[in-house]
C-alpha cells in the first residue's frame, strides 16, 4: 500500500487514484534561460523517481512536465545575448534534453510549453474575470484578487493578514492590493508580446502551470510536484486560480522535493553559487551524480560536496563490484528483499531504506559467489531490477569500474601486463608478480585477484 505525503494536508496518506488504476502527475518544469544547475537536477531525479516506481507498482501513469519558455529572465538573457527570446529557449531546452539523457531520467509523456497555450490562458483569465476573482485596471495588466479567494493559504498555511504586513504596491502597479499577482502582463517596449482582449502582452508565470496542466490532465488530477522553493507564492496561486476558475479541487496531493544545498544555503542562480549538470557530469560520472540524488530522501535537503559524491561513487562500486564476474541472468531468488524494497519505497519513496537493503542483497551475493555461483548471478539479476528503480546499476561492470580509463592507460598494456603477472604467479615467480603489480599501481590500475581470474580498475 503506497503512502504519500501530502504537503496540502502534512500528513502522509494512502494513495488512492481518482480514477481507477490511472495517475495522472504534474510537475514544474524548467525556465529555460540558461544550463540546468544541479538543483534543477534533483527535481528531475526525484520525479523521475516517482515515475519508476508508480509503474513498477502497475500503475499507468500520465506525467506531464512544463517547460516556462518566455518571462522576464529569458527576456533579459536573450536581449544580453542579442538573440530571439525563442532561439535562447531552443538552445536550452535541447540542452536540458541532454543532461536527462545523461542522468538517465526517463522523458515526461507530454511536455507543454508555455507560449503553446497563450489562448488557453486567455480563456482561463476571462473565466477569473466574469467570476470576480480577478481584475483589468485598463493598463494592459490582469491581477488576480488573492482577498476574494477563501482558501489561500492552505497549502503554505500562509495568513493573509500575516502576508500584508511590509506588503507594498510599486509605483508601475495598478493593484487593489499588494497581495493580488499578475495574470496578465502589458507589453512593454522591446518585449515580445501576443494579443490579448486586454490589450497586447504576455502572461504572468502563475497561470502558465494552471492552464498547462489542466488541459493535459483535466481540472482535477492526482499529483502535483516540484521543489519546495515553490510551494510559496508558485503552487499557492496555482490552486488559488484554478480551484476558482474551475470550482473543484486543484490537485489531489501534493508533492515537494528537497534542495540541493552549498554551505547550508539553496543552490540558485540568484545567490551565484550553482554547479550546472553538465558542470558536475564532467568530473564525475552520471550515474554517481544520479546515486547521490536518489540515496537521500527526496523530501530532505543535500548538502553538494566532492566528499558526498565520493561517497556515491564508493557505494556504486560495491555494488558493481558485486555484479562483476557474474553472467547476466533473469532475477532469481531474494523475495525477502524484494518485499523489504517494497516496503521502503512504498512509504512515501523510503530511497534510504531501499538502498540499504541493496547493501545487504550484496552481502548475499558475495557469500554465495563461490559456493553457490548460480544463486549468485540470479540475486545479481535482482539486484539489477531494484536498481533499475532508481536508475542505476544497468551498466555492465567493468564499464563502470573502468569509467575514465581512457586516455588516462592503455587497456591493451594493461591486460598483457596482467598476463604477464599470471605466467609469472603459474610459474611461482613471485618476484616477477609483485614487480609487475607494482608497475601497474605505479600507473593508477588496481587489481582484483579471484579464483585464477584478475580484473582490473583504475584507483580512485
Known amino acids: 500500500m503506497l503512502t504519500i505525503y501530502n504537503t496540502l494536508s502534512k500528513t502522509k496518506e494512502v494513495f488512492k487514484p481518482l480514477d481507477g488504476n490511472k495517475v495522472r502527475m504534474y510537475v514544474c518544469g524548467m525556465t529555460v534561460y540558461d544550463y540546468c544547475h544541479l538543483g534543477h537536477g534533483r527535481s528531475m531525479v526525484a520525479f523521475d523517481l516517482v515515475t519508476r516506481w508508480l509503474r513498477k507498482s502497475g500503475y499507468e501513469l500520465t506525467y506531464v512536465r512544463n517547460i516556462t519558455d518566455i518571462d522576464d529572465k529569458i527576456i533579459n538573457r536573450a536581449n544580453e545575448n542579442g538573440e530571439s527570446f525563442d532561439a535562447l529557449t531552443a538552445r536550452m531546452i535541447d540542452a536540458m534534453h541532454e543532461d536527462e539523457r545523461r542522468l538517465s531520467i526517463l522523458k515526461p509523456d507530454l511536455e507543454p510549453r508555455a507560449t503553446d497555450h497563450i489562448p488557453g490562458m486567455h480563456a482561463m483569465i476571462q473565466t477569473l474575470i466574469d467570476k470576480g476573482y480577478a ?55 522591446g518585449e ?164 540499504a537493503v541493496l547493501f545487504d542483497l550484496v552481502r548475499e551475493i558475495n557469500r554465495l559467489r563461490d559456493s553457490d555461483p548460480e544463486a549468485a548471478a540470479g540475486l545479481a539479476g535482482r539486484l539489477r531490477e531494484l536498481g533499475d528503480v532508481l536508475g542505476v546499476l544497468q551498466l555492465e561492470a567493468d564499464d563502470f569500474l573502468r569509467a575514465g580509463a581512457e586516455g588516462k592507460v592503455d587497456a591493451a598494456e594493461v591486460e598483457a601486463l596482467i598476463q604477464a603477472r599470471l605466467q609469472a604467479r603459474a610459474d611461482k615467480n613471485w618476484a616477477e608478480s609483485d614487480r609487475i603489480r607494482d608497475q601497474l599501481a605505479a600507473m593508477g590500475v588496481v587489481l582484483e585477484d579471484s579464483k585464477g581470474t584478475t580484473t582490473w580498475r583504475l584507483a580512485d
Open 135 to 189: 481584475y483589468a485596471p485598463g493598463n494592459g495588466d490582469v491581477y488576480y484578487r488573492v482577498g476574494k479567494f477563501v482558501g489561500y493559504g492552505k497549502l503554505s498555511r500562509k495568513k493573509i493578514e500575516d502576508l500584508r504586513i511590509g506588503a507594498r504596491i510599486e509605483v508601475d502597479e495598478a493593484k487593489q492590493d499588494p497581495l493580488d499577482f499578475v495574470l496578465w502582463k502589458g507589453v512593454k517596449p
Open 192 to 355: 515580445p508580446y501576443w494579443d490579448s482582449p486586454w490589450g497586447p502582452g504576455r502572461p504572468g508565470w502563475h497561470i502558465e502551470c494552471s492552464v498547462m496542466s489542466t488541459c493535459c490532465l483535466g481540472e482535477s488530477f492526482d499529483i502535483h510536484g516540484g521543489g519546495s522553493d515553490l510551494e510559496f507564492p508558485h503552487h499557492e496561486n496555482e490552486i488559488a486560480q484554478s480551484e476558482a476558475a474551475t470550482g473543484k479541487q486543484y490537485a489531489n496531493a501534493w508533492m515537494h522535493c528537497g534542495m540541493i544545498r552549498i554551505n547550508g544555503e539553496k543552490m540558485s542562480k540568484s545567490l551565484n553559487n550553482f554547479f550546472t549538470i553538465r558542470d558536475v557530469l564532467d568530473k564525475y560520472h552520471p550515474e554517481v551524480v544520479r546515486y547521490l540524488l536518489v540515496a537521500s530522501h527526496y523530501r530532505s535537503a543535500i548538502n553538494y560536496s566532492e566528499d558526498s559524491l565520493r561517497d556515491a561513487k564508493g557505494a556504486l562500486e560495491r555494488f558493481y563490484h558485486a555484479l562483476r564476474g557474474l553472467p547476466r541472468v533473469a532475477a532469481q531468488g531474494g523475495e525477502a528483499f524484494v518485499e523489504r524494497f517494497t516496503v521502503a519505497m512504498n512509504d512515501d519513496f523510503g530511497t534510504p531504506e531501499a538502498c
